[in-house]
């Protein structure tokens, strides 16, 4: 589920598994016994929520990797380009100097 915000809805006897969601809200929703499997459904996607007779199990641990609107896969690897280009000048450098001094020498230093 990406980008859903459910608002005043009632969700009884239903069964969440193996859910990944990426700006996903409850607002003002009721959960009656219902069940979360594998889910990364957290407190904080559940904004005035009530929860009743509800079980939880082997929720997702870990950070899981969110490509939220703003945030798409582009920029992700554009901003790792630009990183691996700003050590570019001190690569050179490096190489000049092995030549130079040799290999032994810069390895001691």
Same mark, same amino acid.
């Given at each position: /589920?990406?980008? +859903? ?8 006897? *239903?069964?969440?598994?193996?859910? @990944?969601?990426?700006? @996903?809200?409850?607002? $003002? *929703?009721?959960?009656?016994?219902? +069940?979360?499997?594998? @889910? ?9 929520? #009530? +929860? %009743? ?9 870990? *950070? ?13 690897? =554009? %901003?790792? =380009?630009?990183? @691996?280009?700003? %050590?570019?000048?001190? $690569?050179? %450098? ?8 040799? #290999?032994? #020498? /810069?390895?001691?230093?």
């Amino acid at each position: /589920m990406k980008s +859903v915000t459910f608002e005043d809805s009632l969700f009884e006897d *239903c069964y969440f598994e193996d859910i @990944t969601s990426s700006n @996903t809200f409850f607002k $003002n *929703c009721t959960f009656i016994s219902t +069940v979360f499997y594998n @889910t990364d459904l957290f407190e904080y996607k559940f904004i005035n929520s #009530r +929860v %009743v007779n509800s079980t939880f199990l082997h929720n997702k641990e870990g *950070c899981q990797l969110d490509f939220s609107d703003d945030n798409n896969a582009y920029m992700i690897y =554009f %901003v790792s =380009f630009l990183g @691996t280009l700003a %050590v570019l000048p001190g $690569n050179i %450098v490096s190489a000049l100097l092995m030549d130079k001094i040799g #290999r032994l #020498r /810069m390895l001691g230093g």
